[in-house]
């Protein structure tokens, strides 16, 4: 084995070991995205199949529950862990051990891009620990969430699409690298809806060619050889097609569509808070008729509320100038280029169309496909500020950047010890008073009833009883849905819907609602649905 194997192969058993300490420290899931994919896996693990026993937004009209799952988000974490969640039912830490392993791999992906560009050592250790130690990212990792298998095969697919243009001799002949392309992309998108934008960026190589033989070429638009280019095309499209055509079937069969058109209702959100609303016109219509200074105003916010973001979770906050600088100075090597056109597309997708969405979260999950770049790109211009200032200063250069080097990867770990012990405190208060309401149902009785509340995944992933969610409307429109669906008990916290509030703080009631229970020191209250 030799010495870059030996670093390789240290790299990932220090990750590893982090991520297992960390899985250990997260008992449950402490928000909805990961309670809905652990829902999913054990759904899939009793033989549910591809289906939910909750709703948790109205915005393909269910029709009841069970119904078809995974028409909003993606399946593939679900996937992933239902193996898991069969052979070890009642751990959630079992469910953390696929993305654990798979986290694991992601700083040696920086580690790679780092070595390739400089050819250092020390370069290539720092991007891999801060890789490992990605501050607000870093308490994330393990969950069965989008988060790991999208930042892995995004990553992944963008450096294999780009690497080939640093060898003009063999990039229009390898096509079985352009076959891995497209099952990386396809994977990509099977775990998120958006990795769906990888694919046009990772077609790019194949349209631009060196325009010199230089050592790192700029690319230039491709006159010739298109029939080479359509080859390579038909292969990258043939392993995306691989992977995510059983899944265009599948919606085909239940829904009539390759890919739900739920999700692209969002485009008319005017609040976030309508995601979870029943009658809502999400319409062009309805969102040219919120007027257009607020359709601006709210394209405006999208993109400073992102571009925050960007800063504070995928720069760590200290990195950003640095980022910029080496991003600048490996403009040449076409992977970084590719991620940086795929940052800036993701930023405008999640700024100006998914508007509400994106700064929620969306963006967060997308970005994660580029930390490895960023990362890499940051380390290269810390490297490359410290030797210009010591050559001003006159500083000894190998101690300035021993120093410089230290102190990045203990402003890293510490910010990442900052999120996790602040994530992890939520997390742990989240949704728990959910487990003593089951047992409450069960005590009167009601082991089957549907209880509407404000996190369906969890409350079936806890309790094993169907769910709906809240909607984010008045209590007329509330007794509709309990009716429609069959709900017998309505749950409210302190973050329920505004049109609510005045039912959950007891200053309106309603004949049909009838208050049976508190929990939480009366911070949770339950009705019964008179039918």
Known sequence: MNRTWRYLLGLFLLSLAVRLGVALLIRRPGYMDAAYYAAGAVR???????????????????????????????????????????????????????FALLSALLPLVAFGLAWEVTGRRRTAWLAGLLTLF?????????????????????????WLA????????????????????????????????????????????????????????????????????????????????????????????????????????TLWLTTYDDLFCYNCDLSLRSYLAWGWGNVLHSKLWAAWVNFERFLAEDCLIFLCPFALVGLYRLRRHFPFALSTIYLLLVYLAHSLAFTFPGPRGGFFHASAAVLPFLFAAGVEGLEAAVGWAARRRRWSLRQAQTTFVTAAVVG??????????????????????????GQWLMWQGAGNATVMIANPPAFWYHTGHPAVVVPNEGVETLLDVCGRYGVSYLVLDPNCPAPLRALYEGRIVSSRLAPVATFEEGLVVMWRIEQ
């Open 44 to 98: 899939l693990a009793q033989s549910g199949g591809l289906s939910e026993p909750f709703i948790w937004n109205y915005l393909d009209d269910p029709t009841g529950i069970p119904h078809p799952g995974f028409l909003y988000w993606m399946p593939f974490p679900s996937l992933l862990a239902a193996p898991l969640a069969a052979l070890f039912p009642d751990s959630f830490f079992t469910l953390q051990l696929p």
């Open 162 to 265: 780009g690497c080939r243009m640093q060898d003009a001799r063999r990039r229009m002949q390898d096509t079985g690298r352009w076959l891995l392309v497209g099952l990386l992309v396809g994977l990509a998108h099977l775990t998120r809806t958006d990795g769906i934008l990888l694919l046009p960026v990772v077609i790019l190589p194949l349209l631009v060619r060196p325009k010199s033989r230089t050592a790192h070429p700029a690319p230039r638009l491709v006159i010739g050889h298109w029939s080479l280019v359509i080859g390579h095309c038909s292969f990258l499209i043939l392993g995306y097609l691989l992977v995510m055509s059983p899944w265009f079937l599948r919606n085909l069969s239940v829904i009539g569509t390759p890919l739900s058109p739920a999700g692209a209702k």
């Open 134 to 158: 990605s501050g607000f990212f870093f308490p994330y990792w393990t969950l069965p969430e989008t988060f790991v298998p999208f930042a892995l095969f995004g990553s992944l697919a963008l």
């Open 412 to 437: 890293a770990v510490a910010l990442s010890a900052y999120a996790t012990a602040q994530k992890l405190l939520t997390w742990r208060e989240a949704d728990a008073a959910y487990p003593e309401i």
